[in-house]
């Protein structure tokens, strides 16, 4: 990756250039370009820098490779999981499941719902109406019944969020013992202390190596994950993670990522065991836990990351170069990131103050469940098995 090809094309009158080699020659000079020192590393520095020498090991773009296939291998870990232990798991903590009532068979509304809308204007359902034999007031029941069937179930959330406790909680702990023995964990001048001539420890190169993996896995899982309301954000957040991590890995701004990455696992393990006892119903102890998330989430997300970490990226470096592309690049990422950080602490802030005057509280994200004002649309039951897994019944009103 470090090293560069000069080509060099003769020109013939009257002659051009096959496809093959033309194509072949605007994709070096784009990589080329791409991998330009003057991007991404500070003046008077070249990538021949940071090539292993004297038993220093410097972190490379061709490491992430690996992040690929331990995505996949994620994705099989969280589908074993989920069975072999957040489902008994479920079981242990009441986790109680709904039964939707299904919609009934109607070729008209369901070719309707899958190529049109899945919430028809009035005129749609008139018009529906006339065309399936249905009553008006059967057509809107029809399609709150359909949708109902869409939305994920309360044990898919249980699994997913028991999944994301599991991963975010060892996370911490293990980004915790890779910097609080570090120098830079306690004085974020010295983040940048020999900048980029850093050694990459073995624990570092570890780290980064499962938290890209883990947020890969979550992006090629986001079309099956529980979709909420800010589906869009969740995708730009992830988008955002990987492009950060995987640029501070090879522009070297380890020391920078690893105490960014800590610093958000510190309370999203909490988000997710505050949903898991949501699920089972434990409402007393969701707020509690929640009320303590939002505090922590407030102080690392909205007055650490960006009044000493981001303070630490955007000042502290141009003490030792004049900025670069690199620089630019990443603290606009940051920014993004932390932009994202602003609008979930706004939902944040309205669900805590929910939870505080005692009101019905649910997650601003969620899409709601809809029930018929005339008719039960749900029917709770004690089943045994279901797929090879027990079917619990929920008498609760939750959402995620």
Known sequence: MWLKKDHTASWMPGKFLAPSPMLHLMFQTLYNYFWWDRLWLPVNLTWSDLEDQDGRVYAKASDLYITIPLAFLFLVVRHLFEIYVATPLAGLLNVKE??????????????????????????????LSKKSGCMVRQVERWFRRRRNQDRPSLLKKFREA?????FYLIAFIAGMAVIVDKPWFYDLKEVWKGYPIQTTLPSQYWYYMIELSFYWSLLFSIASDVKRKDFKEQIIHHVATIILISFSWFANYIRAGTLIMALHDSADYLLESAKMFNYAGWKNTCNNIFIVFAAIFIVTRLIILPFWIMHCTVVYPLDLYPPFFGYYFFNFMMVVLQSLHIFWAYLIIRMAHKFITGKVVEDERSDREETDNTEEEEVTKNGPLSNGHPVLNNNHRKTD
Do not use: C, G
């Open 98 to 127: 709904k039964i939707r009532l299904k919609a009934t068979p109607n070729p008209v509304l369901e070719k309707f719902y899958a190529s049109s809308s899945k919430h028809p204007k009035q005129s749609d359902i008139e018009m």
């Open 162 to 166: 028991s999944w994301r406790f599991t």
